[in-house]
């Protein structure tokens, strides 16, 4: 029975003694990234990747989503770190954060912006192309109504065409809902392009053939430095109206222009207690938003692979990201980029 008893203990020993707790280990567990589409929060996210990894030593993957569910999954710990957050948008992250589940870290890139945007020669003509004037008096959200056949919708002739973010983006819903709230949702046909590279493809596409379009979009962002754009005005922002745009089962939407941009490094609460480190190097992220743009207009015409295109700005930006990091981990990023 000693035998038997010594047998069994020392089994359950090697197998790590069921009933404690297996904790990973943090140096060899990756830290999960959200896996972003857009071209800046995909370029971001890959900088910060390099950054963690070869100065830092933890390794990292990405997990795919849309906007929602990586929130979601932020707060449940499923994944670690979205590389741009625009915090506050969705109720998903508003009632995480508020319940210490999730945390934005920094302001990562200052004079971010979205809203609704037409060519501007839709609205001044462009005379070495022979474009007239289309809608002159084209100002704001509430001018719409009088240029539906401006933006005349290919398939519904009777109404005109909105082209709204991509499917699964928090922004999708508020757009949806703002088309209500303008009272232009009979008006205009909510169109979904699906992806940002097709929403891309479809507004580049029609400004290349000087054709009009309606279309939501962001910066940073290539296409917004790329072609002469205007925003459409909107409402002063009000936070109460703000509250029936983000909610979409609010039957009664009022309009409003969108929150003030807050562009942050999301992360969980678990990492945050986990990798002060890492927390003190996320908070001091800055992208300057004109140095952005521009890199990722190069990422775009060159078809740059986002890893490719941080490890570029990292080699070419030193001055930028190095007041970011530790000195320790400067040094070791600079001796990995040499390496590669």
Do not use: C
């Amino acid at each position: 029975m000693n035998n038997l008893k010594k047998w069994l203990g020392g089994s359950l020993l090697a197998l790590g003694i069921l009933s404690q707790p297996v904790l990973a280990d943090t140096k060899t567990a990756p830290i999960h990234f959200g896996d972003i589409t857009w071209e800046s929060g995909s370029l971001i996210t890959e900088v910060l990747r390099i950054l963690t990894e070869k100065g830092y030593g933890f390794p990292t993957d990405t997990l795919p989503g849309s906007t929602v569910s990586l929130e979601a999954a932020l707060a449940k710990n499923d994944i670690q770190v979205i590389g741009e957050e625009w915090a506050g948008r969705s109720p998903v992250w508003i009632k995480a954060q508020a319940e210490g589940k999730v945390y934005g870290l920094g302001d990562t890139v200052k004079g971010a912006s979205e809203g609704w945007w037409v060519p501007e020669f839709v609205i001044k003509g462009d005379p070495e192309k022979g474009i007239k004037p289309l809608a002159p008096d084209l100002q704001s959200v509430n001018d719409l109504a009088r240029y539906k056949d401006v933006f005349r919708d290919q398939e519904d002739p009777s109404r005109g065409r909105f082209l709204n973010s991509p499917s699964g983006w928090t922004s999708e819903i508020v757009n949806s809902q703002k088309l209500k709230a303008y009272g232009l949702d009979k008006d205009f046909v909510n169109f979904r392009t699906g992806s940002a590279a097709a929403l891309d493809a479809e507004i580049s596409s029609s400004i290349r053939r000087g054709k009009p379009v309606l279309f939501y979009y962001w910066s940073p962002t290539p296409l917004i430095g790329r072609y002469k754009l205007i925003k459409l005005q909107e409402p002063p922002f009000d936070a109460e109206a703000w509250k029936t745009l983000a909610d979409v089962n609010n039957p009664n939407p009022k309009g409003t222009r969108s929150l003030p941009a807050h562009l942050a490094i999301g992360v969980s609460g678990p990492f945050k207690a986990q990798y002060p480190q890492l927390v003190e190097f996320y908070e001091k992220v800055d992208f300057p938003i004109d140095l952005l743009n521009q890199t990722l207009a190069q990422m775009s015409e060159k078809r740059i692979e986002p890893r490719k295109a941080a490890e570029a700005f990292l080699r070419e930006q030193p001055q930028i990201w190095r007041s970011w990091v530790s000195a320790d981990a400067a040094q070791k990023v600079d001796a990995a980029l040499k390496a590669n």
